[in-house]
């Protein structure tokens, strides 16, 4: 039974596009986040929520749009896609600021 | 500037050694550092925490140590597998903040 799900997991699209990654979890955690790996496998946080509230918002191009309708759920829409943002996204979730839990990550090409 | 740090090159060691990792951080002053592990392909999965006031924790074959003078994380493998063989990543995180920083990760290959 997947901890934390996401969907999709290869992502293949033109520049310009606007694309959205899904995020689930069924560990009852209060906290999800979003990371980008870059192509050096530098994992970077990108948002957080707590509580469906955003509490984490770093220095992200505003075409980043993040949504959560519920605790469990935490999607990632992003506008006008650029080829800077090829890259693996992952999602993670945790009780509080504990050790988090991790997707397999959604791996987003841009052509 | 802030900056966390781990040998960027990839370590390789044999079967039975133990496996020594470093994470040094500069400009920070965290409450938490944490050890992942990820494999090609996956999610980063959790292996240890430890807090600012701890010195050392160890899991099975797993040893952490935490010295806040020196700004530095140690990550030990003992009896190394090849089973072992991934990039760790450390992740560190100041105190009333649910945000981690993390490393740049080693790849450690463990040669049978």
């Known amino acids: 039974d997947t901890a934390v799900s996401q969907t999709p997991k290869y992502l293949v699209t033109q520049m310009g596009n606007d694309k959205s990654i899904k995020c689930e979890q069924n560990l009852g955690h209060d906290t999800m986040y979003w990371y980008k790996q870059d192509s050096k496998k530098f994992l970077k946080i990108m948002f957080s929520?707590?509580?469906?509230?955003?509490?984490i918002n770093e220095t992200v191009p505003n075409r980043f749009s993040p949504k959560s309708p519920d605790k469990a759920h935490l999607n990632l829409h992003i506008n006008s896609l650029e080829l800077g943002d090829s890259a693996v996204y992952f999602c993670a979730s945790s009780p509080g600021g504990k050790p988090q839990h991790f997707g397999d990550g959604t791996r987003l090409s841009i052509l | 500037s802030q900056k966390i740090e781990q040998n960027s090159e990839a370590l390789n060691i044999q079967e039975g050694k133990t496996a020594t990792l470093t994470c040094n951080y500069t400009n920070y002053s965290p409450a938490y550092l944490q050890w992942y592990r990820q494999d090609p392909g996956r999610g980063p999965v959790f292996l240890l925490l430890i807090r600012e006031n701890e010195k050392e924790k160890r899991k099975e074959r797993l040893k952490v140590t935490f010295d806040t003078t020196l700004k530095q994380s140690l990550f030990h493998i003992t009896a190394s597998q090849p089973a072992d063989s991934a990039t760790y990543l450390c992740a560190i995180a100041t105190s009333g903040t649910y945000k981690y920083i993390f490393g740049t990760g080693t790849r450690l290959k463990v040669l049978a």
């Open positions: 929520y707590n509580n469906k509230e955003l509490i």
